[in-house]
């Protein structure tokens, strides 16, 4: 029974660092998400600030914050994909991380359960080597 236990206690212990590790993983690809969305805003940013101009300017100038212009909108396009993409892979791990912390939590019920067992078997034999033996062949009368 105690090797039971202590199976059980290994495989709680197995299922913490996975849910770690998941927790981790899915941190990491949210991250990885609001980097790409604030990267995104950046360059919104920068390409709104293009057509912000006051006051006259040269058609040398123009032309350039036209191409200039151009460029981010094709960055920020090419970039809309990996977000899309990123947010997928978030939600995956998110998903790695419930299916982890619910196999942590049925471990954990496990190894409580096998602890229990273990101790009422040790409070059985406790109990039982207390109660008078009535060995009716060593009396003769």
Do not use: F, W
């Not at 969305?37 to 100038?61: C, F, K, Q, V, Y």
């Amino acid at each position: 029974m105690k090797a039971l236990a202590d199976r059980r206690a290994r495989i709680a212990r197995v299922r913490q660092v996975q849910h770690l590790h998941a927790v981790s993983a899915a941190a990491q690809a949210e991250g990885k998400v609001v980097q790409l969305e604030g990267n995104a805003e950046r360059l919104r940013g920068l390409r709104d600030s293009l057509s912000a101009t006051a006051g006259p300017i040269s058609a040398a100038s123009l032309a350039s914050s036209a191409e200039l212009g151009s460029r981010l909108d094709q960055v920020r396009s090419g970039l809309s994909d990996s977000i899309v993409s990123a947010r997928l892979i978030a939600a995956a791990k998110a998903g790695e991380r419930r299916d982890a912390h619910i196999a942590r939590e049925s471990a954990e019920r496990l190894e409580g359960r096998a602890v229990a067992q273990l101790q009422q078997m040790i409070e059985d034999r406790m109990l039982a080597g207390l109660r008078p033996r009535n060995d009716k062949g060593s009396r003769r009368g």
